[in-house]
């Protein structure tokens, strides 16, 4: 297992390769100059060709691209923010943590609600019940998340004004005791984790949704049930265990949708995450910052996918990887 | 009309100065003797500061911190001509008006206890000459020869030429502190530690960054004016959101906010009237206006003329072709005859604008209202000058031509500005009645100033500046800055130039007036521009502030002196008693 996982992360390593140069390329052929936020009519010229030198955007593309390279692999240097002067990868970790942190829990909520939506369907398949919960489940699939995000902060945020619509914590934060503190936190998290958690849960619940129904139907199931076993232990311990399985490989593959999902999540509801961090640099041509944060993003991918793989070995142990006999 | 505007926006300006007559609302008078200190404020604003260091930041929501957190050698007063003491008590200019003494104060702290002193001037001084740091304050300082201290408490500006800013030049930029940064490599300060964590000696100290979130400011008790600051602590807090940010004004979440929605504002001016509110509106002449920006020159032209100009003076009227529809001065008078810009305002801003004839800005010292031609809306008189300009409608399809062209261009502005949006199709309707087709075509911010008008290729921009406190239209309009991104209209005028060179030479305002109202005149009347309106701010206040001072040097002139009475303080004024 251990060698596999090593395996593959060697084997990513081309593709993370690929795709951050790409994007270095893609961002430099985007119309615009980083200077140009420095843009005032009392800016002497002089002082422009100087920050142009001092971001290194006077050399060739192919010198920015090895000067880059060379300190991102050598020093884990991502270069500097030209907005602000700071550690690109600073920048990047003051913002991961709220991105990680709204993900988890949308994903922890989404999985929940599609569990729990996909079991009830799968047991009341073909009634009228299980007919609702998928037109409702469809609905919530196809709305965008923006779109949900701006109606949900519009009804509890502004008109009715029971939820915070934006930032994390509040002005008194730090005078609240510890639950004070989580409480807090949390109704900033309501929004967006129900804004997440909506439009993620339809996939998974019609994922549960369908394989119960199969694994319902299946021999042993039938068994089960002849043996005289409660119908609670028939479906959670005999029906579930098996119907989730499909469940752990889309798992790992959505992480990296449910990543770019917060990212416009949190713009939404000003959260001080990834998401306002990569807006701001792509508008403003911030490239170190843009950099880092697509390596980010680059790497997220291709943990979930291992995780995916890992995970669905863990649970069935029919799958074997890693032994080539 | 235009006197009608003057005075409702006169009426707007006055009850935002507790001048109320017609309002309502009883405000309560409080003298010196009422002031007690304490109490915090929540500023709101949509952008994080990109830095606290006065040498690198340039967003507006930066200086707005600074301006709080340092102190200059003296302030502009609100005619935005004379100054007021700061760092230095006094000045004394020498005979031959080419060099500037300062007496500087020497009861003056900064936030980690060392003493400001002449080291300290001369230091910043020499930061910003440094063109590895970039300040963008940088033309100011270019007239300075040398700075010198005598002795711990004075110092000497000495100037190459004389000019009548010369004042304004020397005392332009925060003083920063020498023994923190002259510790640190010039290349490093920007990356430093200090832009997050800065030092000055402003009535108010920095205490906390919290990334994306906010900003927290405490009372610095060694100000150097007794008494002051009379708040704890400011808060500035971020909501990027324009609407998010406002709604938590009316939930008195946050206390001020700037760029208030005009919607809104007038439903606010409304509400406070009446005496059933407490947010204070203020609306004052603020910083930008609109324009539309005509190419006065062919593009394809242009990319020839910048590679010939390499080296010399080149000649430029030999060398630019005129653009092929507004390189014609007839056409550009019937084009701004044609547009109703006192609609375009109404609709646009909600009447939170005055119209604007010409290139000097009415907050300026230089604006005289008389020395503008005014091109009054008037579309037989457009129609007029388009026919002897040889354009007509000679197959009736309702749009003019002239030698078998359409009179049909298009018209760019940057995109994420909704206001501009709209004017854009105000004005293609207006144009359109005297038979033009003007196409109106929103682009990414980037495309548009970095690529169409660097390089000319645009017909006409619907475009706004904002405004410097100096007298300035060199970047603009002169024809030094022909290939500058500022002169996007390529705008070469031997006579403008000579004109600007006399008013920028005389050393008296009085004596550039006669110039400067020259320059007006001629540029309002050879019309590069279409100057539409000049805009209003729109800022909210909460009524429990008083002491508050707010004109058009903006709503940050005299935080130090806001104070709150008793009994009016809210949850937030006890936060600094943590």
Redesign the interface.
Known sequence: MLAYSIRRLITALPTLFFGVSLTFFIIRLAPGDPTDRFLTPSMSPKIKAAITEKFGLNEPLPVQYMTWAKNVIMNFDFGKSFANGREASQVILDALPYTLLLSSLSLLFGVLLGLISGVYSALKAGTRTDRAITSILLFFYSVPSFWLGLILLGIFSIELNWLPGSQISSIFHDRLSFFGKIGDYASHLILPVLTLGLTTAPVYGRFVRSSMVEVLNSDFIVSARARGLSERKVVFNYGLRNALLPLISILGTSFPALFSGAVIVEVIYSLPGMGRVMVDAALGRDYPVIMAASVVAFIAVIIGNLLADIGYAVADPRVRIGDSS | MVRVLFVSLFLFISCGNNDNSGSKRVEKTYSAADIVNGGSL?IGTTGEP??LNPL?A?SKNAKDAISLIYRSLADINEDLSTFSPQLAKSWHFSNDSLSILFELRTDVKWHDGEVFNSDDVVFTYNMHMN??L???????K?TISRVVAQNDSTVTFYFTEKTPTLLMDAVEGYIVPEHILSQIPV?EI???NY??NPIGTGPFRFSEW?????LTLTKFADYYEAGKPRLDAI?I?????N???Y??VL?R?IDFMENVPAGDFNKLLAQWDDGDSFIKPYNFLGRGYEFIGWNLIDPENYSNVMEAAGDGEPNLDELLKPHKLFGSWKVRAALTMALDRKTIADVVTHGLAIPMHGPIPPIMWAYDPNANSIWEYDVEGAKEFLGDAGWKDSDGDGILDKDGMKFSFEMVTNAGNEERKQALTIIQQQLLEVGIEMKPRVL????L???MLPTRDFDAALFG??V?L?M?LT??FHSSSIF???NFVSYHSQEFDKLEDAAKSETRQTNAQKHWNRIAELLSWELPYSWLYYKTETTVIHSRFKGVKVDKRGAFINMEEWWIPFEERS??DM?AE?
């Open positions: 929540i990109d830095g690198t340039h063109e590895q970039g300040w963008e304050g940088y033309s100011y270019e290349e920007e990356s430093s832009s997050r919290k990334s994306q979130q906010s808060v807090q971020i909501v990027p959101d609407i998010n940010l709604r938590q939930s979440d990414e911010p980037a495309l100033f970095g690529r500046w904002s410097g100096k300035e970047p603009l500058i991104p500022f949850d937030h936060l943590n």
